[in-house]
């Protein structure tokens, strides 16, 4: 029958329709939620009265069955006391211990002694400790016992972190070689409770108990870090309720819908919609996770974004994250895939662990974080590593993964993925997958408890950090380096370092909000002090572009004694006032002066247009009262990060010059009621930025940041943030202050390792001291690891150059070299084989150098030869008295905004193709590259032999077609011409200008205007850049660029002044850091030219004499010990 309504023949399904309640999954439904274990029947529990004699000791001496030791009622064997009495795997600082803890001081103890991690102990040569303090750590097993009643009962005391918590502090039980129960203290100081385990379940078996204390006290949480244990007793009655905490997870039924259930773990502060956590991101190229609020180490952040995923099993949405996927180099160059062999990690953006499962999908190698060649994702709490995964061992299949972690909850994590594999066909898969974090209710996989992790140490990383701004502070024995992070928008992240080697887990204390609505959309620089009362404040910069004001000054206070968690105070905020710019105004330093009984606060701003140093002052860091400023300059950008030092006999100021070719740390001195630039004012060249000072009770650092290039490429140009570089600050008999090479960097790297030179060119002879003639050089052998050389270097000849060399043979790259010129006292880092200045005597700082070169009558301190002016609208040139305006340039409105511009000096340029205004107000926004025009600038006389500025754009002289040029015009006549050189953008998108010098010696005394002309209306006619760029006309007694030298930005990349003498010998340090690809040379004990050179690692060190005969003493060369 081909149908039929006889209900006898239809199929029956037995089924049930829910309604799902808002909030609520299938797994919640299905699965009936979650139900604890074990959950015990308090009817069933009796509870003793007498537990410290309830039952009977847990375990003897093994080698003695009489001697009792659950009671710790033994010591005084010294070192090893507790495996000398049948305790196993005692390892760190419990090795120490002298058996048990005199217990008079502990409240709950049971005869005379106790457990104590940080009692009495004698180290392995017998020679007594003391108190081994709470900073100790270990770990060790009781003996062995069968269980045979239904309880344990103990006293414990201590630190309140339970074995699945970070800083571990806890007693476990051990069947089977698995942890199966934990109790911890509760963080009452000095004082013990008892607790039970019902251990019914494990009843026969053999146990052993694990004492465990993990926590280094590193102030990385606030509980206590120790552990007391006694009396350790084995009944049929409880000393207490057990507890449900005391069992390493919580139970609850599977997730039906992992991929659905619970909330994606972290998301990107500036787009909460995007799904991060399932990695449906891509196609930034190079940085793109950085960009994404993750952070990228080594080879990954050259990744792309999310992988497309279409040939890999089990993966959600369209993307996963895979370490060996689509990648890009910094300059913008394709990779493909970056393969097997790359290697790094990558963190994603803090969260919190709201839920009790922490749900994934993974794939790719097996390799356990702690290997070296790891294919890894961990999970870490206080920045220590809590948990820990591998892959699957499949190359295209991923599967669900889970972490319990119920125990971890309301605490910030951070996911970090771990590969350091380098491929090949030994052990196993050369990269890690991950895709779709959630946190959840249920779990998606059977969480296993190996992959808790609890061990003290392992959890640090190490340095220098990719960063910008650093602002330290000094703590408890420890550099808390608190420090802008150079992607999103610029949140506080924390280090935390004592040899300035390795640091521990970057830690966010501060959330820029991303949100255009706020004063800290973006977060700058600041400064951390504690007051009287043992409070500890963060002053910080909020920036708004879209605010008003733009830039104000913030306020937050520390919750805890760990110093990572910050409260912001909204109301305590301001800005500018009483001639201070609030446009400018960041970069707080707040210090107690003790000479004026107050705080006073150090600010970058402007005061009535004037860069300065700023001044507020108050009697309680809530209200601050603006003083007159303590330093200003003319300079059309600004001083940033000022920093107060303090040496008790004579004070320092610092700031960061933000101007084009001042760009460096310079320092003043006081001269009477003022301060002034001091001599040899630069501390470093242009390759160290934004150094502020912290001092111990030994030394005082200055930290610093070694920018990155444009393009991760020796040729490019420095760009904002880059490495961690140290610096260590003293004073000379005359007062001046001094950088050297930090003493902990000696102390670290004291293993002597051969200086065999590799290869010499000229005459060399001797070994020590070694002789070298003009034109001769010698290389020692390269190195991938940090390493320092030291050398002393003398000459019959007080003047002259030589110098540290890095040669290379890589087509395409040039020679490095660290010159020093006794001639001019110039040290200098540049690439190829002469100085780009060809010995000629030019300004390297031909932004400052001289007067601007023409000023408007009626304001003559505005910057009209720098630009620095705009919006009057229509005939803005002409108001700012310009003459014979004519064209498309009666439209311009001032000064264009110079952002776009790579090598800009202050806020505005001249552009020919720049915002404007019709007549009648109305706006044009750009007026394109179809503008023309021509315009003279106020009229000067020529009063020094050079003019020098800035120029780009179109190469068509002033007397073609087409013309793009400057013209220095005298009596109606063009004396000098210069036009652009066609250049392309950077690499970063951005117009690039050139400096360019003419000679006007011979017109001294004479009147003349500049005249700008732009004649091409980009119509197709010929090739060159149809607009003109310039900026920064100033007279200038030295040349930016020597006669005839073609200008070749990058060329050198930095320059510091020193004084030097060969006759009298130049002592010099070099810091070699190959594997971050930068470096510092510390000259005399004086000063330090700081450098970046991404091929280090693949270069021979060595030394060169160019045009005297040198004395080569003491050249050594160490490594870390």
């Not at 290039?709 to 610096?727: S, Y």
């Not at 690439?831 to 005597?841: I, L, R």
């Amino acid at each position: 029958m081909a149908c039929s309504d006889d209900d006898t023949h239809k199929n029956k399904i037995e089924a049930e329709l829910i309604v799902l309640q808002e909030g609520q999954s299938p797994s919640d439904v299905i699965g009936e939620g979650s139900e604890p274990i074990d959950e015990e029947q308090e009817e069933d529990i009796t509870l003793t009265e007498n537990p410290e004699s309830a039952g009977f000791p847990l375990f003897n001496n093994p080698e003695n069955s009489d001697q009792t030791l659950s009671g710790f009622e033994f010591c005084c064997g010294q070192y090893n006391t507790y495996a000398e009495h049948g305790f196993e795997d005692v390892s760190g600082d419990f090795a120490k211990l002298d058996g048990g803890w005199w217990g008079a001081d502990v409240g709950g103890v049971v005869g005379e002694r106790v457990f104590s991690s940080f009692g009495d102990g004698f180290d392995n040569e017998d020679e007594s400790l003391g108190w081994v303090g709470f900073s100790a750590v270990g770990m060790m097993d009781s003996p062995a016992f069968e269980i045979t009643e239904r309880y344990i009962n103990f006293l414990i005391g201590g630190g309140s972190n339970g074995f699945t918590e970070p800083n571990t502090t806890a007693l476990v039980l051990v069947v089977d070689d698995e942890v199966v129960l934990q109790a911890s203290g509760d963080d009452t100081a000095m004082s013990m409770r008892w607790v039970t385990w019902d251990v019914t379940n494990y009843a026969g078996m053999t146990a052993k108990i694990r004492f465990i204390d993990n926590h280094p006290e590193d102030n990385s949480d606030t509980a206590l870090p120790y552990l007391l244990v006694d009396e350790i007793r084995h009944a049929g009655e409880a000393a207490s309720m057990p507890d449900e905490t005391s069992h390493l997870q919580i139970t609850a039924s599977a997730s039906i819908e992992p991929e659905s259930d619970g909330i994606p773990a972290f998301t990107r502060v500036s787009d909460q919609g995007q799904h991060i956590a399932g990695f449906e991101f891509c196609c930034g190229q190079f940085n793109t996770y950085a960009n994404h609020d993750f952070r990228a180490t080594g080879d990954l952040d050259k990744l792309d974004g999310g992988w497309w995923a279409a040939d890999i099993s089990n993966h959600q949405g369209e993307r996963i994250f895979t370490s060996r996927g689509d990648g890009f180099s910094a300059d913008g160059t394709s990779l493909g895939w970056i393969g097997d062999e790359a290697t790094g990690t990558l963190s994603s953006p803090p969260f919190t662990l709201s839920h009790n499962f922490l749900n994934f999908l993974v794939g790719g190698g097996t390799q356990d974080f702690t290997l070296d060649n790891a294919t890894a994702v961990v999970l870490r709490v206080n920045g220590k590593v809590v948990r820990h995964a591998v892959g699957n061992g499949e190359e295209s299949q991923l599967d669900w993964h889970t972490w319990d972690v119920s125990a971890l909850k309301g605490k910030t994590a951070v996911l970090e993925v771990i590969d350091y594999h380098e491929g090949g066909q030994e052990n196993g898969l050369g990269f890690i997958m991950l895709d779709e974090i959630r946190l959840a209710e249920h779990p998606a996989a059977t969480p296993n408890n190996a992959e808790v992790v609890s061990v003290p140490d392992g959890h640090d990383i190490p340095l220098p950090l990719v960063m910008a701004d650093p602002n330290p502070y000094y703590h408890d024995g420890e550099f808390y380096l608190y420090y802008l992070i150079d992607t999103a928008f610029h949140d506080w992240y924390l280090t935390k370092t004592s040899d300035l080697q390795r640091g521990s887990f970057p830690q966010r204390i501060l959330e820029a909000t991303g949100d255009t609505n706020t004063q800290d959309q973006w977060t700058g620089s600041g400064s951390v002090i504690e007051d009287a009362e043992g409070q500890t404040h963060i002053f910080f910069t909020g920036h708004n572009a879209d605010f008003n004001p733009v830039e104000a000054v913030m306020h937050a206070t520390a919750t805890d004694g760990t110093l990572t968690e910050f409260t912001k105070i909204p109301e305590d905020t301001f800005t500018g006032s009483n001639g201070y710019s609030d446009f400018d105004f960041r970069d707080p330093k707040v210090f107690w002066n003790k000479e004026t009984n107050n705080y006073w606060m150090l600010i970058t701003t402007r005061y009535n247009g004037q860069a300065a140093i700023g001044l507020y002052v108050s009697e309680n860091l809530t209200t601050w009262l603006p003083q007159e400023p303590l330093f200003v300059m003319d300079a059309p950008l600004n001083l940033e990060v000022p920093d107060w030092v303090d040496f008790g006999e004579a004070q320092y100021m610092l700031f960061s010059d933000q101007n084009d070719g001042e760009r460096d740390i310079k320092y003043l001195r006081q001269n009477g009621e003022g301060w002034q630039l001091a001599n040899f004012t630069s501390l470093d060249g242009k390759f160290y930025y934004a150094g502020r000072t912290a001092a111990s009770e030994e030394s005082t650092l200055l930290f610093g940041w070694v920018p990155h290039k444009i393009g991760r490429t020796n040729a490019g140009v420095g760009t904002f943030g880059g490495d961690l570089a140290i610096h260590q600050l003293d004073t000379t008999t005359s007062g001046e202050l001094a950088v050297h090479i930090p003493q902990k960097y000696k102390t670290e790297f004291a293993s002597a390792i051969d200086t065999t030179f590799q290869s010499q060119q000229g005459s060399v002879s001797g070994e020590s001291p070694i002789t070298m003639m003009a034109s001769s050089a010698i290389t020692l052998e390269k190195r991938g690891d940090k390493n320092r050389l030291s050398l002393s270097v003398t000459s019959e000849n007080a003047t002259g150059r030589f110098g540290i060399y890095f040669p290379t043979e890589v087509e395409g790259e040039q020679v490095a070299r660290l010159e020093l010129d006794t001639n001019s006292n110039q040290a200098s880092f540049y690439f190829g084989d002469t100085p780009p200045t060809g010995g000629a005597s030019v300004t390297p700082t031909p932004a400052l150098a001289g007067e601007p070169l023409f000023s408007r009558e009626n304001e003559p301190e505005q910057n009209v030869s720098g630009f620095e002016f705009c919006c009057a609208q229509y005939n803005t040139l002409t108001a700012h008295e310009f003459t014979n305006v004519s064209g498309d340039f009666l439209k311009l409105d001032g000064g264009w905004w110079g952002g776009d511009i790579a090598n800009n000096v202050g806020e505005r340029v001249f552009s020919s193709f720049g915002d404007g205004f019709d007549e009648d107000g109305t706006s044009l926004g750009w007026i394109g590259y179809n503008a023309t025009g021509s315009a003279d600038s106020p009229s000067f006389e020529i009063s020094k032999p050079y003019i020098n500025f800035l120029i780009g754009g179109g190469t068509n002289p002033f007397d073609s077609a087409n013309a793009t040029a400057v013209l220095l015009v005298v009596n109606g006549e063009v004396v000098r011409s210069q036009s652009g050189r066609d250049a392309e953008k950077s690499a970063d998108d951005k117009f690039v200008m050139d400096w360019v010098t003419w000679d006007v010696s011979e017109l001294i005394g004479q009147t003349a205007v500049i005249r700008f002309i732009d004649q091409h209306p980009d119509d197709g006619s010929d090739s060159a850049l149809p607009y003109l760029l310039a900026d920064q006309f100033r007279a200038a007694d030295l040349p930016a660029v020597s006669e005839g030298e073609d200008v070749d930005a990058g060329n050198l990349d930095a320059q510091v002044a020193v004084p030097m003498n060969l006759t009298e010998g130049v002592n010099l340090d070099v810091w070699l850091d190959p594997e971050a690809g930068i470096g510092t040379l510390y000259i005399n004990e004086f000063r330090a030219l700081s450098f970046r050179l991404y091929d280090l690692n693949q270069r021979p060190v060595g030394i060169y004499a160019r045009d005297v005969p040198l004395s080569v003493s003491e050249l050594q060369r160490f490594i870390r010990q």
